[in-house]
C-alpha cells in the first residue's frame, strides 16, 4: 500500500514535468507570423539560406533611423512565449569581424520576464554583442572600435561587459531563468549571473534585435535555432527522486 503511494507520488511529479508548456524552436525556414514589431520595425526579418541552412537574416539601414527617439534606434520583432520559471531562451548567432571591420554593429537576443500586459516587475535579460567606440558609439570612423559581448543587467547599472572575446562565426547564445537568477551562457560556458532579477520571473517574449547607428551604417546579422523552453524543474526531480528512493526502500523490507 505504502509502495503504492510512492509510486502515486512518482507519477504525480512526473505528471508536472511533462505538462509544463514546452515552449517553441524556430529554424527560420520561414518568418512565422508570430514574430511582431518590437520598438521600430527594421528593414528586413527575412528567411535567408546563408552558410548552408535557412537562417533568420535581421537588416538594419541607417537611413532608416527612427526620427522617434534613441528608444526606437532598436530594431527587431519578438515572440511570445509564456513559459513559467525555469526556461530558457537561446539562439545562435553568426558574427563576421572582417565584414564589420570599418561598421558599427550590434545585435542581441533579449527576454522578458512578468506579467503579460504589466509592467510592474518586469525584466528584460539581454545577451548580445557589440563593435563600437564606447567613448564615441555612433562613429563608425574611430580607431578606437572594440568588440564586446554583453549582458544587460539594470540593478547593476546596465550593460556588462563579459570576459570571452568575441570571435568569427556562429555563437551559441543561452539564458536560464531560474527563478532566483538569470545566468548567460556563451558557447555553453556560464559567463554572467544576475542575481537581482525582481519578482514574477514568468517567461512572457522573445525578442531578436539590432540597432541602428544611423548615417550610412548598414549591415545584416544572422540568427537561428532561437528558441524559449521549459527545463526540468530540479524540485520536481528531486519530488520524483524521493519517491523513487521510498519506493525501493519498502521493496527491500
Ligand atoms: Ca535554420
Ligand atoms: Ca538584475
Known amino acids: 500500500m505504502k509502495t503504492r503511494t510512492a509510486l502515486f507520488v512518482l507519477a504525480i511529479a512526473s505528471t508536472a514535468t511533462v505538462a509544463r508548456p514546452s515552449g517553441w524552436l524556430d529554424t527560420f525556414d520561414t518568418i512565422d507570423p508570430s514574430w511582431i514589431t518590437d520598438r521600430?520595425?527594421?528593414?528586413?526579418?527575412?528567411?535567408e539560406v546563408f552558410d548552408g541552412d535557412a537562417r533568420l537574416k535581421l537588416s538594419v539601414v541607417g537611413s532608416q533611423q527612427s526620427t522617434s527617439g534613441t528608444f526606437y534606434f532598436t530594431e527587431g520583432r519578438k515572440r511570445a512565449a509564456l513559459i513559467s520559471t525555469p526556461w530558457e531562451v537561446a539562439g545562435q548567432v553568426y558574427i563576421d569581424m572582417d565584414a564589420w571591420s570599418d561598421k558599427l554593429v550590434r545585435s542581441d537576443l533579449w527576454a522578458r520576464t512578468g506579467l503579460v500586459g504589466n509592467e510592474t516587475d518586469v525584466s528584460y535579460p539581454i545577451l548580445g554583442f557589440i563593435h563600437n567606440d564606447p567613448n564615441d558609439p555612433f562613429n563608425a570612423g574611430s580607431t578606437s572600435k572594440t568588440w564586446r559581448f554583453?549582458?544587460?543587467?539594470?540593478?547593476a547599472g546596465g550593460w556588462q561587459t563579459l570576459s570571452p572575446a568575441v570571435t568569427s562565426g556562429w555563437h551559441d547564445l543561452r539564458i536560464l531563468g531560474d527563478g532566483s537568477s538569470f545566468r548567460y551562457y556563451l558557447n555553453n560556458a556560464l559567463v554572467y549571473t544576475d542575481s537581482t532579477?525582481?519578482?514574477?520571473?514568468q517567461l512572457t517574449d522573445v525578442f531578436v534585435q539590432a540597432y541602428n547607428f544611423g548615417g550610412s551604417n548598414d549591415y545584416s546579422v544572422y540568427w537561428d535555432n532561437v528558441r524559449a523552453q521549459a527545463v526540468p524543474e530540479p524540485v520536481t526531480l528531486g519530488l520524483a527522486a524521493a519517491a523513487l528512493g521510498i519506493a525501493a526502500r519498502r521493496r527491500r523490507r
Open 197 to 201: 532579477v525582481g519578482s514574477p520571473v
Open 150 to 155: 554583453r549582458a544587460w543587467d539594470a540593478e
Open 40 to 47: 521600430k520595425e527594421p528593414a528586413g526579418f527575412a528567411s
